[in-house]
Each structure stands twice: as structure tokens, then as C-alpha cells.
């Protein structure tokens, strides 16, 4: 069964208490979870989850009609056989597609950490592509205006973590559009490392940057679409977006990403696989200091080390007990990034039990023991890790000598306050 524009209409007065504040046009509301599956031309498994893109699909893109769209993705936006979503909007009449906005790393992802592809045109199509990475307000809202486009649709694959940069390019193009009267649809996608709760400091404003610029938990716990609920509602309520969101079908609070059925596509290049997400949350935050978070190795965030670490340290984290991982010596030599051609020593990260697994508290006890084991250890002299972190706190605790579960005591008020403002945009149980 698909959902028809009617139907979409129909169901605004359900999805306002989440927060979605207008749509596309005259249709108010996201488009709900009651959509049929999308055919498939390869035909993969029948329980697998839909994502919003495909429930666009299933409606015959209603929701766009009439629009002037421009599409705001990377790589990871494609179909469940591994077609671009960019080339199929492009080919279908059914939508006016007339730009691309790229986000970091780019459109097509040829850009590493801290860059962009620069504006120009897509090769395979011809369509106008935009460079957003680093602009925000009027800056961005005149982009969207030379562009000449109605609505913006948002579909990027996140990894769920406040510092991963795509959701802060949500965040930016929601308020662009909003002040240059443009509609936003935000096509959602799984959180690959599930959503049953949120982790970690909540962002302090002092801290706000371009890896976090409003008040969430490091570990957010939401998939794209319920963020954009939270943004519109709590952080952009003086001048909300006309937004709509798609939702998927069959995802669950509980999935990790292997069980969702759907084809991976690393959504930028150093988070090459699903198990790299697992751990980015937590072993991120060395790139707040002197150490390797193991870019320019075939596993980055999963070793992470320096020039002279030794086994001391992964005994250390070992020790502490932390549900769901187990801690292993480990050695690599970097071919790019911090240390390049040098062996360092460290610690590998093996999840055993996902469900257990806190990648916050993994990152916290990690950084307490390698200041503890090793005497090179140093924090970024710019005190990077007070943005990743989201307050200063985190690092002034590890440099009185407190304990995971100090620091994570810490945090606590700050992050059940969050979580109670997260349970009210939550769309999937």
C-alpha cells in the first residue's frame, strides 16, 4: 500500500506534536511509517528496513510536486541496489531536480577530514553542484537562493554522534532555508549503531562549533529525521523551516545497521565500515590529543595509540571492566595523519556484546589510561577536545586523576535533562 498526498495531509494533525512545523507545500507533516516498501529491481530481502527514500518512492515523490528541488547528500545516499539517489531523481519527470548541495567530503566523497569538493558540475548528470561545508546562515540561505530551488531534500547516512558533522549540515540548512522561505524534507535513514538511548556530556554553549552548535548528547541515540524534529521545535522555534520528514519502515530502537538489510557506503573515508562506527563516538575524542585515533590504517577508531605506547595501556583499560568490549595490545604504522611511517603502540577495540557496548564511557576509559600508562600523553594545545566533548570538564577531570564512572557521574543530570527532550520526537519504537 502506498500513502497518497491526501493521505499525507491527513496525518498533519498527528506528526505537529512531534514537532515537524509545516511542509512541502500544502502537505504539513511527515510522511508517516504506514507507507508501503518500494519495488526493488534486484529484489532484496522482503523484512528489510525501507528508508525514507524509498517511501518517497513508493508515493510517486508527491511530496515534491511542483517543487524546484535540490538534493543535499553524499555517497551514502542511494537505493537499496546501489543506485544514487541524485541519478535516479534526475532521470524520473516526475521531479524538477535542479541542484546538489555537498556537505564535507563532498558530494561524490573525494575530500577528506576538514574538506569539501568546491563547487562546479556533476559529471554523470550536469546538474549544479554546491559546496555548503562551512557555511551557515545568510551565507548559506544565498545559495539556496542562487540556486533557484523551493524545497531542499536532505538524505546523508549519519553514524550518530553529535561531533559527525552531517547533522550540523542539517542543522545549518534548516535554518538557511527557513530564512530564504524554502521548504526542507529530510529523508531518513538507520542510526547504525541503534537508538535505545543517548550517551555521553551534552554540549555546553561555550562550546558550540561546527561539531556542535545546540545542546545534544555526544551519543544522540536518533536517526536524522527525529533530529530535525528536535532542531525545528527546540532550537529553531523564533524561525522554524517549513519541514517534512519521510519516515522508514522496519527499523527498530534495538538495530545496528548489519540487521537492517541494506548495502553500506562509508559515509566519509575513515568510517569504512558499520563496526567503525561502533566505536567512533568513544575513540573520536583522541583526536582532541597527541595520539593516534588510528586515521591512515585499514581500522580507523578501532586502534588507537602513539610512538612509544606499549602493552601497559591496553592492560590498564582492560582492567577497568567495561561491559560489552574487551581491550588488546596492539601495534600499526600509520600511512597518513598523525605519526605517518611510524610503529606506534596501543589498544585494539573488540565489541563483543553491541547491546553493552557504551562507546562514550570505551573513549573516557581509554583516555584515563593512556595518560595514566603512557608519559608522552598531551591534549591538542588548542583544547580540541573541549569541543568534541562539549564542555571542559571531561578534560580537567582526567587531569585530576578521576575515574570513568566520576566523569560519567558528572554528566548524568545534563544527559537525563536531554534524554527527556529526546523521548518527545522519538518516531520508531
Known amino acids: 500500500m502506498t500513502l497518497s498526498r491526501r493521505g499525507l495531509l491527513g496525518l498533519a494533525g498527528t506528526t505537529g506534536a512531534l514537532g515537524t512545523l509545516g511542509a512541502v507545500g500544502a502537505a504539513p507533516g511527515p510522511a508517516p511509517d504506514r507507507v508501503g516498501p518500494a519495488p526493488d529491481r534486484a529484489g532484496p530481502a522482503a523484512d528489510r528496513v525501507r528508508t525514507g527514500f524509498e517511501q518517497l518512492a513508493a508515493d510517486g515523490y508527491a511530496l515534491l510536486a511542483g517543487q524546484r528541488v535540490g538534493v543535499v547528500t553524499n555517497p551514502t545516499g542511494i537505493t537499496a541496489d546501489a543506485r544514487h ?63 533557484g530551488i523551493d524545497t531542499v531534500v536532505f538524505d546523508i547516512q549519519d553514524v550518530g554522534a553529535r561531533f559527525y558533522t552531517y547533522i550540523w549540515t542539517l542543522y545549518d540548512c534548516m535554518r538557511a532555508a527557513a530564512l530564504a522561505g524554502k521548504a526542507v524534507v529530510v529523508l531518513d535513514r538507520p542510526n547504525p549503531v541503534g537508538g535505545r538511548r543517548a550517551a555521553g556530556p551534552v554540549l555546553e554553549a561555550a562550546y558550540a562549533s561546527g561539531v556542535g552548535r545546540e545542546p545534544v548528547a555526544l551519543a544522540h541515540g536518533m536517526t536524522v529525521a527525529e533530529l530535525a524534529l528536535l532542531f525545528n521545535a527546540e532550537f529553531l522555534a523564533s524561525k522554524p523551516v517549513r519541514l517534512s520528514t519521510v519516515r522508514m519502515a522496519g527499523w527498530r530502537r534495538d538495530s545496528f545497521f548489519g540487521t537492517t538489510g541494506l548495502p553500506w557506503v562509508p559515509p566519509s573515508p575513515n568510517v569504512p565500515t558499520p563496526d567503525t562506527a561502533l566505536a567512533y563516538a568513544g575513540t573520536c575524542l583522541f583526536e582532541g590529543t597527541n595520539l593516534s585515533e588510528g586515521r591512515g590504517t585499514t581500522t580507523p577508531f578501532e586502534v588507537v595509540g602513539a610512538e612509544g605506547a606499549d602493552r601497559r595501556w591496553a592492560e590498564a583499560a582492560q582492567a577497568l571492566g567495561l561491559p560489552g568490549v574487551w581491550f ?6 600509520p600511512t597518513f595523519s598523525k605519526f605517518t611511517g611510524k610503529v606506534c603502540g596501543g589498544v585494539r577495540l573488540i565489541v563483543h556484546d553491541r547491546a553493552a557496548f557504551d562507546p562514550v564511557r570505551a573513549g573516557i576509559g581509554l583516555l584515563v589510561t593512556a595518560k595514566r600508562t603512557w608519559s608522552g600523553f598531551a591534549w591538542r594545545t588548542d583544547h580540541w577536545i573541549d569541543q568534541l566533548t562539549g564542555t571542559d570538564r571531561v578534560r580537567k577531570m582526567i587531569d585530576a586523576g578521576a575515574g570513568v564512572e566520576e566523569i560519567a557521574g558528572d554528566w548524568a543530570a545534563g544527559l537525563e535533562r536531554f534524554a527527556a527532550v529526546r523521548g518527545r520526537y522519538l518516531l520508531y519504537p
Open 85 to 147: 539517489l541524485v541519478d535516479v531523481l534526475h532521470a524520473d519527470a516526475r521531479v524538477e531536480l535542479v541542484a546538489v548541495f555537498g556537505p564535507e567530503h563532498g558530494f561524490r566523497g573525494t575530500a577528506q577530514a576538514g574538506g569539501s569538493e568546491g563547487t562546479g558540475r556533476d559529471p554523470a548528470t550536469g546538474l549544479p553542484v554546491y559546496d555548503t561545508y562551512g557555511k551557515s546562515g545568510q551565507k548559506l540561505a544565498d545559495v539556496f537562493t542562487a540556486a
Open 328 to 333: 588488546r595490545e596492539a601495534y600499526f604504522t
